[in-house]
């Protein structure tokens, strides 16, 4: 390429990077997003259950926004930055519209609550009442359970000179309360009790099945009875949301484990974000909870219903019978060779082995660790945690294996959001077990997802790989969409023990084979691939880049796609979440498509596919395009090189590209729903599902014909590459 042509699109996409109007803010792209999700539970094509689920999910979701994202613009905002975000805002600015948009998203998660989904559930005779709805059979009961259960739990607390008003913790459900002495009525005083988290915020009663108090209005029936000597003449609900970023500032601490425990004590008490009261809530306790959280205006929030929905998320546990209320019941594939039957190492020598969650079941990763804790040719097993199960067996069979005495490596990201505790914890245990335990480079996240397991073949030394999409997360691997490779490819083993000397001691790989590694690897190669089909495409020969990421917001990759699609390359995007790239602007992104899909399961693999003049290069990563995948973090992006198994992974790309019931198409800076129904209709996951549901057929015919004809039995070792063409052109 010409020293002109170079500075020519350097110029372009410098203006691109330069012009506001062509992105949109992230935190009002993930608001949208969120918004996609409350879609969900007002989709009357969903089982009621599951609407309930999403429903509570979208509460969920915004709690932690706010926890950190909101947090964080505040900080901003209060030191007095005034530099704007690449869509011209402020973090001031930031921090007002998100609170308008969000104060609209709640009066329609409300409503859909209120309006929609009670109605609903009171048809099939579910329901969740008030202690005025009962009879007087089930106020015995839930007194007794006051009495009984919850009465010496409750701590009231009083606010006057004495005692000020209580520090309290994030995101927990308060009872604000005004009484009045009986010995002085026109004394006013006021009280807050916390709602104990250690009760089902449910509560079944008797007599019915499937109707339930809130824990809330049990306590707030009988409160009397803490306050002897008092009367209570108003009781609301109120919760607050605080500031819970962790800032572990790591140049100044030795001890990175010690100053993320300092942390989470400390975080917990972070300024206030939102308050929400109900809207019932007087006048004069609404001022008193304002005045005395120093909360502005825009941050509290009316609720028009119980605060803090994320009960829906179980009240589908919760509820007895109802099956047609919920998702059919998956049955995920068990790759035959990877199974616990088989040697997997030897299965691995022989083909690479490409596996999608969770239509293919996780217990092939699990059996990877397992068999490796226990093969005595196993020398050692290295591999990095992000987020992993509370009671997970991939630590359980790390331990097993280095008490079998193999060198067991395990970086574990003790700073993974939400997570921190849980990995403080697992480090503990693991070195405890005998394993070596890292954490990763200074100011780094390490969030790649690799497993190294180093055998000592007849051949020789050989390292056998697992890379993933996703999380070693056994339980999250149940409803996460990831994807994952097995491969002993003698190049990627190189890679994969560089990066883990690089993670682990000092050392800086001059380069790596075929993976790329970020920070600054990725994003490069990302441009180095962009840049080929932009050459092609001004060359006159076809040029196709294919994306799937969970958010896309790196101002920098969005202004190299911008300048790809004025070059004339077509650019599909799959982004489930943000996307802060903005389609239908002409002689920008003309030649851009965004579609993001919301479904049964969470979108969370990653997809990096491009023409390559008819090579196909297609490559899987854990990163996302955003600026802390790629600048601040430790990620991986590795190559799909087995001929079958890329053409799997255009199969799986294509088949959510072709995706017209779950799928929104962008038009502009709008997401619209395609929702088609009838015999054109194609829902990807539920055509994974139907997927997984044959090869498990075929895997039961086959158990058949080998009890039938054991001497001649050909038996399924792979999954059925048959499927690559179903539902897609």
Not at 116 to 128: A, F, V
Not at 353 to 375: C, E, M, T
Not at 436 to 444: A, D, F, R, S
Request: include cysteine; aromatic fraction near 8%.
């Amino acid at each position: 390429m010409s020293k002109d042509n170079t500075t020519k699109k350097e110029s372009l996409r410098k203006r691109y990077e330069a012009t506001p109007e062509l992105y949109t803010n992230r935190e009002l792209s993930w608001l949208d997003f969120n918004d996609r999700v409350l879609e969900e539970a007002r989709d009357t094509e969903n089982p009621l259950l599951e609407r309930c689920s999403f429903l509570g999910i979208t509460q969920s979701n915004v709690d932690e926004f706010f926890m950190v994202r909101v947090a964080s613009l505040n900080k901003l905002a209060a030191a007095g930055i005034s530099t704007t975000d690449p869509s011209g805002l402020t973090p001031q600015e930031q921090v007002d519209a998100v609170n308008a948009k969000e104060h609209d998203a709640v009066e329609r998660r409300y409503s859909t609550y209120n309006r929609s989904l009670l109605p609903l559930l009171e048809k099939h005779d579910i329901r969740i009442l008030k202690p005025e709805d009962l009879n007087e059979k089930q106020l015995q009961t839930i007194q007794r359970y006051f009495n009984d259960e919850l009465y010496p739990v409750l701590t009231p607390m009083a606010e006057d000179s004495s005692r000020p008003f209580p520090f309290l913790q994030n995101n927990s459900l308060n009872l604000a309360i005004i009484l009045t002495d009986e010995e002085n009525p026109e004394k006013k005083c006021f009280a807050t009790l916390r709602v104990p988290d250690l009760f089902p915020r449910l509560f079944r009663l008797s007599g019915a099945e499937n109707h339930f108090v809130l824990l809330e209005d049990i306590i707030r029936q009988f409160l009397g009875t803490l306050f002897h000597g008092y009367h209570v003449i108003a009781a609301s609900a109120y919760r607050l949301i605080r500031d819970m970023d962790l800032d572990v500032a790591e140049h100044d601490s030795s001890d990175l484990l010690r100053a993320v425990k300092n942390q989470l004590r400390e975080r917990e008490h972070g300024n206030v974000m939102r308050l929400e009261i109900e809207n019932n809530m007087s006048t004069e306790l609404a001022n008193h909870l304002v005045n005395t959280l120093h909360v502005q205006e825009n941050t509290v929030y009316r609720i028009n219903g119980p605060i803090d929905l994320t009960f829906l998320k179980k009240l589908g546990g919760a509820v007895k019978g109802h099956d047609e209320l919920r998702y059919a019941p998956m049955q995920s594939y068990h790759v035959p060779a990877l199974d616990g039957e088989n040697n997997i190492f030897d299965a691995i020598r022989e083909r690479d082995y490409l596996v999608q969650h969770p239509y293919d079941s996780f217990d092939a990763v699990v059996n990877f660790i397992r068999q490796a804790a226990s093969d005595p040719d196993v020398l050692a097993i290295k591999m990095t945690l992000y987020r992993v199960s509370g009671n997970s067996p991939i630590i359980k069979y790390l331990g097993k294996a280095a008490q079998h005495g193999k060198q067991v490596t395990v970086l574990v990201e003790v700073k993974a959001r939400f997570d921190e505790e849980n990995n403080v914890r697992w480090s503990m245990t693991l070195e405890k077990m005998g394993c070596h335990v890292i954490y990763g480079l200074v100011g780094l996240k390490t969030h790649s997802k690799i497993a190294l397991v180093i055998r000592r073949d007849n051949d020789g030394i050989r390292r056998y790989l697992h890379l993933g999409t996703g999380n070693y997360n056994d339980v999250t691997a149940h409803f996460y969409t990831d994807m994952g490779l097995f491969t002993c490819n003698r190049d990627m083993g190189v890679d994969a023990t560089n990066l883990f000397n690089m993670l682990s001691g000092f050392s800086r790989p001059p380069y790596f084979r075929e993976l790329r590694i970020s920070p600054h690897n990725i994003r490069e190669f990302i441009y180095e691939k962009i840049d080929a089909e932009i050459h092609a495409a001004q060359e006159g020969r076809p040029a196709h880049i294919r994306m799937k990421m969970n958010s896309l917001s790196d101002s920098a990759v969005i202004a190299k796609l911008y300048e790809a699609s004025h070059a004339g390359v077509r650019v599909d995007l799959i982004v489930r979440g943000i996307c802060c790239l903005r389609t239908n602007i002409p002689e920008v992104s003309e030649n851009i498509e965004v579609h993001s899909i919301v479904g049964r399961f969470l979108e969370h693999s990653r997809i990096y596919w491009f023409y390559a003049d008819g090579n196909e290069d297609t490559y899987l990563a854990s990163a996302d395009m955003m600026t802390r995948n790629l600048n601040r973090r430790v990620e991986i992006l590795f190559p799909i090189l087995q001929e079958d198994l890329k053409e799997r992974t255009h199969h799986i790309f294509k088949t959510m590209w072709q995706d017209n019931v779950k799928t929104r198409v962008m038009r502009g800076t709008v997401f619209e729903r395609l929702s088609r129904r009838g015999l054109n209709a194609l829902d990807s996951q539920q055509a994974f599902i139907d997927e997984a549901e044959r090869m498990n057929k075929k895997l039961r015919q086959a158990e058949q014909e080998k009890k039938k004809n054991p001497d001649t039995f050909q038996p399924m070792m792979k999954h059925d590459d048959e499927l690559a063409d179903d539902n897609v052109e």
